[in-house]
């Protein structure tokens, strides 16, 4: 098996550094807004002018990407009709991203440049504010969120709609959530702000306990990562070396490659969540309230012999967004259209429509196995332990398989990964997919 898709993008990114050197100003926030030194206004301002330095900081002069559309949007919502404000500032947002992302292409497929770091960190920004501006728009639409009829009317910005745009112009903003997740949604965000007050005070120690215990996880993650990511460059290079193909190191190559990712993803997850933590939200009468406000759900990851509660719990904010924004709305083919818009959503590339349009393969043939399986192994206790080691391994190397893809992102990574036997795990359920039938509820 040819390697070469496997040279390691999990250097030293620079984001992690960013968020670091954000953690003292969001400690501050909420030590100055407990004790009284910062009003309403000024911690929105605090929030929104700490966002706009972090971009400027870590994109350059592409922080104008998130910039431009985050303040279009807020303009939007406050001159547009609530029953078509979340169309409009959906195809506006989604339009800015892809034209960036159709950049992004030209440069790598049709240039063959490098892309600069700055310019990642800006697209990657801009998913996340895309969530965020979406989030706002259908609460709008469903009536969550009411927007004074008197403003919209008006159709301009005088200083009391000026007013009133700071709290969305700040949760577009805020630079906890800037450079990652989780997704908040704005009325928690807002009554979060609202309730930082001198009589409400709290022990700052709450907040830093949570950050420092989940950047413990952050470097033990860190730290597995490396000695995974040495253990895949021993064996490429033994396999280098070699002739002849090794169907066992082929499959561990697949499952490690994607266990560096899955490693990666947890700890950024993690560093992400005590920077919210670390401004009061996702904790809830001191304590952490993982269920409302998390991404990183890792011992369900890993231990699940289900692909479909592991898309499910998967990114979970995001996955629970993509739920509310495609599946719950769309009136043809809600399921298939989900992942298609995943797919847009993070880029339309190559291998990324691929790995897509092969897990939603793969998740719906996973419901139709454990429809006719696990009755079948309910009586035995043998069986029942034999079938979930047998469907964890096939989870295990589906998702290694569909995560790699969508990673690496490339044709030519499509192309490495029809030659590996990583392809029967996926092949097998798609011959099952055409050939058993959707059991009757």
Known sequence: MDLEFLQSEL?????????????????????LSITGHLHLTARY???????????IVSMGHYAVMVLIPAVFAVVLIHCLKPRIV???TFLSQMTWQTLCHLWL??????????????????????????QRV???????????????????????????????SLPYLSYMLYFPALLGGPLCSFQRFKTHVENLKESD??????????????????????????????????????????????????????????LMFRLAYYSQWLLSESLNNLVGLGLENDRIQQSTLSDTDIW????????????????KTTAGWLRRMVFQRSKVQPFI????FSAWWHGLHPAQIFGFLLCAATVKVDYRVHQYMVPLTARSRFLRLFYKIVTWMQTQLVIAYVLVAVELRTFSCVLVLCKSVCAVSPLVYILMLIGMPNKAK
Not at 221 to 237: E, F, G, Q, T, W
Not at 300 to 315: C, H
């Open 300 to 315: 369900t990851l890993e231990t699940t012999n289900k692909i479909s509660e592991f898309v499910r719990v998967w990114n």
């Open 134 to 164: 979406t989030s706002v728009s259908l609460d709008i639409l469903e009536g969550e969120i009411k927007i004074t009829a008197r403003k919209v009317q008006q159709n301009r910005f005088d200083a009391d709609t000026l007013c009133c």
């Open 201 to 258: 005070q709290k022990c700052t120690a709450k907040p830093l306990w949570s950050f420092f215990y989940k950047c413990i996880q952050f470097f033990v993650l860190n730290m597995l990562r490396v000695a995974v990511r040495n253990c895949v460059s021993v064996i490429k290079h033994r396999d280098q070396r070699s002739t002849q193909w090794n169907v066992p190191e082929d499959i561990f190559m697949i499952w490690t490659t994607a």
């Open 105 to 130: 292409h030209y440069k790598e497929y049709y240039l063959q440049e490098a892309t600069d770091i700055k310019f990642q960190i800006a697209l990657s920004s801009l998913m996340l504010l895309t």
């Open 45 to 55: 301002i605090f929030l929104m002018f700490g966002g706009l330095l972090l971009a």
């Open 86 to 88: 979340h169309k409009w």
């Open 337 to 340: 259209s989900t992942f298609i």
């Open 11 to 31: 250097d030293y990114y620079p984001v992690t550094v960013h968020q670091f050197l954000s953690a003292p100003f969001a400690l501050a926030f909420y030590h």
